[in-house]
């Protein structure tokens, strides 16, 4: 069974500028939950979507949004970057049954210039 | 407001020896933990998991051990590898809220 799949691995990007980033579930995980980490701060939650619906939010600015589409695929947007924005993004997915165990993706590296 | 904090951000020890990494967290309203392993280029990977019901999970080499007066949380591996060397993240998971709140991370060196 693939694993979580996420696109862009990195990307570049310049203060103002928006990004959207793409994640793929495992194949039947409908449960999806974006993380944001940077050295030091460890993984920051920033939102979980099931179904479609946004179930969990953490505290981001409202700068950072999501959506999940029907086949459990989601996306991340971050609009008006700014240079602190610079991180890896994971994704992770899991079954609705188990929230406990999240699989995670490689990452996205994005860096803001 | 750091609710799970790892406060050793790095720890070495020699191969075959006891690895001992803790975690502490502020809130009394977390009802699961768990450790995370991640390797560079890589997205952490579930390790070990325990429920606030008990006191202690052991799988191989991993044992988990929670005790919820002092709000803490500590993963020990026996004996340590090289193969082991890697960020190891603690998490913890909000009984209302069912958020995964992570710790910052301490990075295990074993050394051969």
């Known amino acids: 069974k693939a694993g979580v799949t996420q696109t862009p691995r990195y990307l570049i990007k310049t203060r103002g500028q928006q990004v959207t980033l793409s994640c793929s579930p495992i194949?039947?995980?409908?449960?999806v939950s974006w993380y944001q980490q940077t050295p030091g701060q460890g993984l920051q939650f920033l939102f979980e979507?099931?179904?479609?619906?946004?179930?969990n939010k953490g505290n981001f600015p409202g700068r950072f949004s999501g959506r999940q589409f029907s086949n459990s695929r989601s996306e991340m947007n971050v609009s008006t970057l700014e240079l602190g924005d610079s991180a890896l993004y994971l994704c992770?997915?899991?079954?609705?049954?188990?929230?406990?165990?999240?699989?995670f993706g490689p990452g996205t590296r994005l860096t803001v210039l | 407001d750091q609710q799970v904090k790892q406060n050793s951000p790095s720890l070495s020890v020699q191969e075959g020896r006891i690895s001992i990494l803790n975690c502490d967290y502020t809130?009394?309203?977390?009802?699961?933990f768990l450790w995370y392993k991640k390797y560079p280029a890589e997205g952490p990977t579930f390790l070990i998991s325990?429920?606030?019901?008990?006191d202690k999970n052991e799988d191989g080499r991993f044992t988990v051990f929670l005790n919820k007066s002092a709000k803490h949380l500590s993963l020990h591996i026996v004996p340590s590898q090289p193969g082991d060397s890697a960020v190891y993240f603690c998490?913890?998971?909000?009984?209302?809220?069912?958020?995964?709140?992570f710790g910052q991370g301490t990075t295990l060196q074993v050394k051969p």
């Open positions: 992770a997915s899991s079954l609705v049954g188990n929230r406990n165990t999240q699989y």
């Open positions: 194949s039947g995980h409908r449960s």
């Open positions: 979507y099931f179904s479609e619906t946004q179930r």
């Open positions: 809130n009394s309203m977390f009802d699961y």
């Open positions: 325990i429920s606030s019901i008990k």
């Open positions: 998490a913890a998971r909000g009984v209302n809220t069912g958020k995964l709140i």
